[in-house]
């Protein structure tokens, strides 16, 4: 049927208005010059690290221009240097060695945060006009300051990623009390930091209710983009196919993995009574990783004389495909009152995997909700160590249900957290940000 005078016309005006959306958006991507600060970034495998890498280049395929400022690697493996410059494209990459000034632990990391902080703002001000927006991370925790004091000084926007939150997670931990002057003036400082930001970004719902919470005139600036992984790197890989999992002999043992951090963050006591559990069943337990937390459980390990529990390190990055594929079901875990600080990054790479979940977390965490919206593992409230059990000693007898979750993970994951939906997410941020 052919179309009338009136319809060719109302045609022809929405596709001049889609035309004049879309050049408008290709010059506002034009017109981002995109300054990255984050202390972690490759070789380092420090997991907010990896995000922003390939966050960053991602967001070059969209025509963003973009200078990552980043330090030398704090810890990798075997690696203690990489380029001072480096270009890829539309990514340019520099590097400050004071991030690796002090060798020690804690406090070292702490110095060392500090004197990366003082050498990104010197940086900044410096090529203070080769950047009309910042963006930065919560890695170290008190690096989005640069961003406020860049504002200030150089009159540059800048949007937040907020990994996690503090000072609330050191109170959490009670590493300082909630009223002392140290945490009451972080938390001051953070509030002017968010109230002056073009954007804040939180990685859950739970984060951003914590955050509207503290500082409720920031509501508005605030949008939960969640992590990511990588699909197409991350794929099912039957166990007889697997060259870790012969490596390490699971490949006929119905293992479940817990890969990452194992940080003062995280529950790991819950699991380690649902090993303890299950240590006369045909179920191994696989950590893979480190963390303050991971001492005390080898340690705990060998103190119960437990063998049903492996440990290995962690793993470079191309060796993830096998690692986390290696498993039956994937471990993720929240310790209670952490819920609304932290959300761990590697739900997506065990979504990817395409295996069922056990997830340990507080009854309203959304990651309760996933479980039970996408039907893609099952989640336990901190100290269910028997429910735990229980559900892994059903997975391990029915294999036709964990195939069904793990499939479901898969699709999820596909259809919501791969690094091109994301960084679509993040560049309308950043569009906001600099109009």
């Given at each position: 049927?052919?179309?009338?005078?009136?319809?060719?016309?109302?045609?022809?005006?929405?596709?001049?208005?889609?035309?004049?959306?879309?050049?408008?958006?290709?010059?506002?991507?034009?017109?981002?010059?995109?300054?990255?600060?984050?202390?972690?970034?490759?070789?380092?495998?420090?997991?907010?690290?990896?995000?922003?890498?390939?966050?960053?280049?991602?967001?070059?395929?969209?025509?963003?221009?973009?200078?990552?400022?980043?330090?030398?690697?704090?810890?990798?493996?075997?690696?203690?240097?990489?380029?001072?410059?480096?270009?890829?494209?539309?990514?340019?990459?520099?590097?400050?060695?004071?991030?690796?000034?002090?060798?020690?632990?804690?406090?070292?990391?702490?110095?060392?945060?500090?004197?990366?902080?003082?050498?990104?703002?010197?940086?900044?001000?410096?090529?203070?006009?080769?950047?009309?927006?910042?963006?930065?991370?919560?890695?170290?925790?008190?690096?989005?300051?640069?961003?406020?004091?860049?504002?200030?000084?150089?009159?540059?926007?800048?949007?937040?990623?907020?990994?996690?939150?503090?000072?609330?997670?050191?109170?959490?931990?009670?590493?300082?009390?909630?009223?002392?002057?140290?945490?009451?003036?972080?938390?001051?400082?953070?509030?002017?930091?968010?109230?002056?930001?073009?954007?804040?970004?939180?990685?859950?719902?739970?984060?951003?209710?914590?955050?509207?919470?503290?500082?409720?005139?920031?509501?508005?600036?605030?949008?939960?983009?969640?992590?990511?992984?990588?699909?197409?790197?991350?794929?099912?890989?039957?166990?007889?196919?697997?060259?870790?999992?012969?490596?390490?002999?699971?490949?006929?043992?119905?293992?479940?993995?817990?890969?990452?951090?194992?940080?003062?963050?995280?529950?790991?006591?819950?699991?380690?009574?649902?090993?303890?559990?299950?240590?006369?069943?045909?179920?191994?337990?696989?950590?893979?990783?480190?963390?303050?937390?991971?001492?005390?459980?080898?340690?705990?390990?060998?103190?119960?004389?437990?063998?049903?529990?492996?440990?290995?390190?962690?793993?470079n990055k191309e060796d993830l495909p096998y690692s986390l594929t290696a498993c039956d079901v994937s471990l993720v875990s929240v310790d209670k009152g952490m819920e609304n600080l932290v959300a761990p990054s590697k739900v997506y790479g065990a979504l990817a995997a395409g295996?069922?979940?056990?997830?340990?977390?507080?009854?309203?965490?959304?990651?309760?909700?996933?479980?039970?919206?996408?039907?893609?593992?099952?989640?336990?409230?901190?100290?269910?160590?028997?429910?735990?059990?229980?559900?892994?000693?059903?997975l391990s007898r029915d294999k036709h249900l964990a195939e069904k979750m793990g499939t479901a993970a898969r699709n999820y994951m596909q259809s919501n957290f791969t690094c091109e939906i994301i960084a679509k997410q993040y560049l309308e941020v950043l569009r906001r940000s600099v109009l």
């Amino acid at each position: 049927m052919a179309l009338s005078e009136e319809g060719r016309r109302l045609l022809q005006n929405e596709f001049t208005a889609f035309e004049a959306k879309n050049q408008r958006a290709k010059t506002t991507e034009q017109a981002i010059k995109l300054s990255v600060i984050t202390q972690y970034f490759p070789p380092d495998y420090a997991a907010t690290g990896q995000l922003v890498e390939e966050l960053v280049h991602e967001l070059a395929t969209l025509g963003v221009d973009i200078e990552v400022f980043t330090g030398q690697p704090g810890y990798a493996f075997g690696t203690t240097n990489a380029p001072a410059i480096e270009k890829n494209g539309r990514v340019k990459i520099k590097r400050s060695r004071t991030s690796q000034m002090f060798p020690g632990r804690i406090r070292g990391k702490a110095l060392n945060g500090v004197m990366f902080f003082v050498r990104s703002l010197s940086h900044l001000i410096r090529h203070s006009r080769s950047h009309n927006l910042l963006l930065v991370t919560t890695a170290p925790p008190f690096l989005p300051l640069i961003g406020y004091l860049a504002h200030l000084l150089l009159g540059i926007s800048y949007v937040c990623i907020l990994y996690d939150l503090y000072p609330d997670i050191a109170v959490a931990l009670n590493v300082i009390p909630k009223h002392h002057f140290i945490s009451r003036f972080w938390m001051a400082i953070n509030r002017q930091v968010w109230r002056n930001a073009k954007g804040l970004i939180v990685l859950s719902p739970d984060m951003k209710k914590h955050v509207v919470n503290n500082c409720p005139e920031v509501a508005n600036k605030i949008t939960v983009i969640h992590s990511w992984a990588d699909s197409d790197l991350i794929v099912p890989i039957p166990k007889k196919y697997n060259w870790f999992a012969w490596k390490h002999d699971l490949v006929d043992k119905f293992t479940v993995l817990y890969s990452g951090n194992m940080g003062r963050c995280h529950d790991m006591e819950t699991i380690l009574e649902a090993a303890k559990d299950l240590q006369d069943e045909p179920i191994h337990f696989l950590f893979v990783g480190g963390g303050a937390k991971g001492k005390i459980l080898k340690e705990e390990v060998k103190r119960l004389g437990l063998h049903n529990i492996a440990f290995l390190p962690y793993q470079n990055k191309e060796d993830l495909p096998y690692s986390l594929t290696a498993c039956d079901v994937s471990l993720v875990s929240v310790d209670k009152g952490m819920e609304n600080l932290v959300a761990p990054s590697k739900v997506y790479g065990a979504l990817a995997a395409g295996r069922p979940m056990a997830v340990i977390c507080p009854q309203h965490s959304y990651l309760q909700n996933m479980m039970t919206e996408v039907n893609c593992g099952g989640a336990f409230e901190n100290g269910d160590s028997r429910g735990l059990a229980d559900f892994l000693s059903h997975l391990s007898r029915d294999k036709h249900l964990a195939e069904k979750m793990g499939t479901a993970a898969r699709n999820y994951m596909q259809s919501n957290f791969t690094c091109e939906i994301i960084a679509k997410q993040y560049l309308e941020v950043l569009r906001r940000s600099v109009l």
